[in-house]
């Protein structure tokens, strides 16, 4: 049996590629994306390992919460004299790190899509982990060294001065020399290096340090220096080895990553779901066309178990194959994720493709796993078929039957979705959760029911190709409802990818409404300085250079930060200004209002109703809050508000902002105009006065909006690039199942052709049933994802979070559906008006 397994594979070797081509490209993704992520793990180790270069131990702060503005705790400089003091210590260099901002040639500031420009001091060797591609180490307070990524690109070399925003005004610096860190890309992170005094005095330091290399002796253990050093720490400062930190580094960047690394794996496992689906189609055309072959082989003497055994067989060397050239075709996809995440202006740090033992193995386990489940059921089917009954010319294929066996787990799955979808639990987290269930089970009910409902829908959207095109209408419409089984799996694909389409449609176009809406119900500020890139923060002296201006009622900073609430877990914090927050931005109470804003003093905080939520803290009780550098406060919630989008999390005054988180940034400046402002004057005084402070700029409200649409806009790109992997794969399985249908229906479609039809009435007729196969998943498709989206937008009701159907949308769902079913008939189409009529008609 085994023998006629691989003599009946390779006698249908095209059939077996069409196959194995569904498995060969959801393993690309699935390996690719660990591909991808194992790369970028392997860059930020190489990033690291240059940055902790020469060091045998590290001594800073690790809380284990990250903030992109917030410093961790500072290091006295004086313990970096008790260090160099220890036995067993050979050297040791403290170093500043911060972030900063570097301006063009053209006066613009460097875009980084995202990334950060990185400020530090130098260290000296052996400590340097810098590679000097031109110039030298920056000596003295007007010296730079830039990455060479960025000099290239803006065009500065070694002599040229550059500008640079910190958090003092901008000053112009010398460029000293051009370098990399380690081997890695950055990732589009910039970087600009000063020498110590240079980058305390930028960053107000002086005194302080941020981190301290250790070198120790020969011969001495890391482990050693570390116990040796722990003593002389102040509280909030720890001591670790390179290791220990690289890995502490890894971890962080794990975590900050991890939607994105998450997604992409989903995405993968989804790519996969909808290659299982035309799998099973294949293989069900497939094994029904063997059924004679079959039937014989039990007739001469052969089991259903050997017969199962070697149906599984061909199927466990179609998913081997497949997924062998899948993991190669991996590689290839972790470039194009790389490529698509670029396109969508998220940029990370790269280097030589890894690809790991798991990589491989899960490759080959999942391709291998997911053919032999998606072929079980069928190949199952065709052993219970009688050698008498499969070997007559006159069987009709079976219909299903709507049974109890069925109805029973078809009405559970709905009714435990619906229990999951209307639960009613408190925390946002777990509402999502709870709805997220609810609509997989509501999929799974789905994709149960459609092949009783194929033949009512096949007269549906077959009716109009019926008027039109009269009997060959009729016709693809019957073709295509006589299997109502087949069509459900081919249809199941594309009805998966495009549900998933216009979800996400609906979903982010909520969320930009609700982000658009929060704008206009809580922004009272007539304009807002924001950093050009829409993301970062801006200097401090922003405030501080429009305060004065004509015109200027009030002008109120605002900060943020990551905090760790108790109960609640790390969420945003915002600090605000007491005495000017209430005439640029309106709060939203739950309740009356509890107190004054200007009264707000040391102490107290507002919490965001979601955060109050999970905290299970109310108006007047205690709450601790934890900062990056491991300080700690004992806050009074002072009142409750809604807001997810401008002040999520938490708020307080920013004298306790500042007391800490150590942050002299701000997140925005908002402004508001008196009554009797000429507004056009004065903005053009408000732009003239920053003009002091690049990489700043000045948006009205409804700038504002505009700019959450846009960054809403790429993240549904990036979506849509994803999902378009899937409606590949579905076009993919119609082609596939389609082909195979031609196949089996030869001596028909000869037939046919000797009555009269033509060429062109034969490509009709199975472009016809590809459309009309096309057009049940994507009706399928279009009622799943609307029904999805209005689940999991139910649970963020309460974040503003609106349930809107995108009516454009789901037209270019539906053309994009229909347009799948037209093009993956064509190759299927064009065989079938090739068919020589008598060969067609002798064909067994």
């Known amino acids: 049996m085994l023998t006629f397994a691989l003599r009946s594979l390779l006698a249908r070797r095209r059939r077996a590629a069409l196959t194995g081509l569904a498995v060969l490209l959801g393993v690309a993704m699935v390996s690719g994306t660990f591909v991808f992520t194992d790369t970028i793990n392997a860059a930020y180790h190489g990033l690291f390992a240059a940055t902790a270069k020469g060091a045998d131990v590290v001594v800073g702060s690790r809380q284990g919460l990250y903030s992109a503005n917030a410093q961790p705790a500072s290091v006295p400089a004086s313990l970096l004299t008790r260090i160099r003091a220890l036995h067993g210590v050979a050297a040791a ?23 950060p420009t990185l400020a530090m001091s130098y260290l000296p060797p052996p400590f340097t982990g810098l590679q000097f591609v031109d110039g030298n180490p920056p000596l003295g307070p007007n010296e730079v060294v830039l990455d060479e990524n960025t000099a290239r690109r803006e065009g500065y070399r070694v002599g040229d001065r550059v500008q640079i925003v910190t958090v003092q005004p901008a000053r112009r610096f010398a460029v000293a020399g051009l370098a990399r860190l380690g081997n890695a890309s950055t990732g589009g992170a910039t970087f600009a290096v000063f020498d110590l005094a240079t980058a305390q005095s930028l960053f107000d330091a002086r005194g302080e340090l941020n981190t301290i290399y250790v070198a120790g002796t020969t011969g001495t253990p890391p482990a050693t220096l570390k116990r040796e050093i722990a003593p002389l720490l102040p509280p909030g400062i720890s001591v670790q ?176 979705g619906a229990l999951f979808a209307f639960a009613s639990v408190e925390s946002r987290r777990d509402r999502l959760t709870v709805s997220v269930i609810g609509a997989v089970l509501f999929v799974l009910a789905a994709m149960l029911i459609t092949p009783f409902v194929v033949p009512q829908l096949g007269r549906l959207v077959g009716w109009p190709l019926e008027r039109g095109g009269r009997i060959l209408g009729r016709l693809a419409r019957e073709n295509t409802t006589r299997t109502p089984v087949r069509t459900a799996v081919t249809a199941s694909s594309l009805m998966i990818g495009l549900a998933l389409v216009l979800f996400v449609s609906v979903y982010v176009g909520g969320v930009r409404a609700s982000t658009r809406t929060a704008i206009d119900r809580t922004l009272s500020a007539d304009y807002a300085i924001v950093n050009r890139d829409g993301t970062g923060s801006i200097p401090a002296p922003s405030a501080r250079a429009v305060a004065g201006v004509p015109g200027v009622l009030a002008v109120s900073s605002i900060k943020q930060a990551t905090a760790d609430v108790a109960g609640a877990g790390q969420t945003t914090s915002a600090g605000i200004d007491p005495s000017s927050v209430g005439q640029v931005y309106r709060f939203n109470w739950v309740g009356a209002q509890p107190l004054a804003l200007a009264d707000l003093g040391p102490g107290d905080v507002l919490l965001e109703r979601d955060t109050a939520r999970a905290a299970h803290a109310q108006v007047g009780q205690q709450l601790q809050v934890a900062s990056p550098a491991g300080l700690r406060a004992n806050l009074v919630v002072r009142g409750i508000y809604t807001d997810r989008a401008l002040l999520p999390g938490l708020a307080l005054p920013l004298p306790e902002f500042d007391q800490l988180f150590n942050q002299i940034r701000v997140q925005q400046v908002l402004i508001k105009l008196a009554p009797d402002a000429n507004p056009a004057s004065t903005l053009a005084q408000i732009k003239a006065s920053l003009n002091s402070v690049p990489g700043v700029v000045v948006r009205s409200q409804r700038q504002l909006r505009d700019q959450a649409s846009g960054q809403a806009g790429s993240i549904l790109a990036l979506f849509y690039a994803l999902l378009a992997l899937t409606v590949v794969m579905a076009g993919l399985g119609i082609a596939t199942a389609t082909a195979l249908s031609i196949h089996e229906r030869t001596r028909e479609l000869g037939v046919l052709r000797a009555l009269g039809m033509t060429r062109a009435q ?52 539906i053309v994009v559906g229909l347009a799948v079913g037209v093009l993956a008939a064509v190759p299927a189409a064009a065989r079938a008006a090739r068919l020589d009529i008598l060969s067609a008609i002798a064909h067994e």
């Not at 199975?766 to 799943?784: H, N, Y």
């Open 93 to 115: 260099q403290g170093q500043i790190s911060d972030v900063a901002t570097i301006v063009g040639r053209n006066g613009r500031i460097v875009k980084n899509t995202g990334s």
């Open 241 to 416: 080895t390179s290791a220990q930190e690289t890995h502490a580094d890894l971890h962080q960047v794990d975590d900050q990553l991890g939607v994105l690394t998450g997604g992409l794996k989903a995405f993968g496992f989804i790519a996969i779901l909808v290659g299982a689906f035309v799998i099973a189609g294949a293989l069900s055309i497939t094994l029904a066309q063997r059924t004679n072959e079959l039937a014989l082989l039990r007739a001469l003497g052969a089991t259903r178990r050997q017969v199962l055994d070697a149906v599984l067989v061909e199927a466990a060397v179609i998913g081997t194959l497949a997924s062998a050239a899948g993991l190669l075709a991996g590689l290839g996809a972790a470039y194009l994720i790389r490529a698509v995440l670029g396109a969508s202006g998220v940029e990370v740090p790269s280097t030589s493709l890894v690809l790991e033992l798991r990589t491989v193995l899960l490759a080959i386990a999942v391709g291998l796993l997911v053919t032999i489940a998606a072929g079980l059921v069928p190949a199952a089917r065709a052993t219970f078929v009688s050698p008498i009954e499969a070997l007559l010319e006159s069987r009709r294929p079976a219909r299903p039957r709507l049974s109890p066996v069925l109805i029973g787990p078809v009405l559970f799955l709905a009714l435990l």
């Open 762 to 813: 034969t490509r009709g007729l199975v472009r016809d049933e590809s459309l009309i196969t096309a057009a049940i998943g994507t009706m399928i498709g279009a009622v799943l994802g609307i029904v999805i989206a209005w689940l999991v937008t139910r649970a963020l009701t309460a974040e503003g979070v609106v349930f809107t159907v995108p009516w454009l949308q789901l037209a270019l769902v």
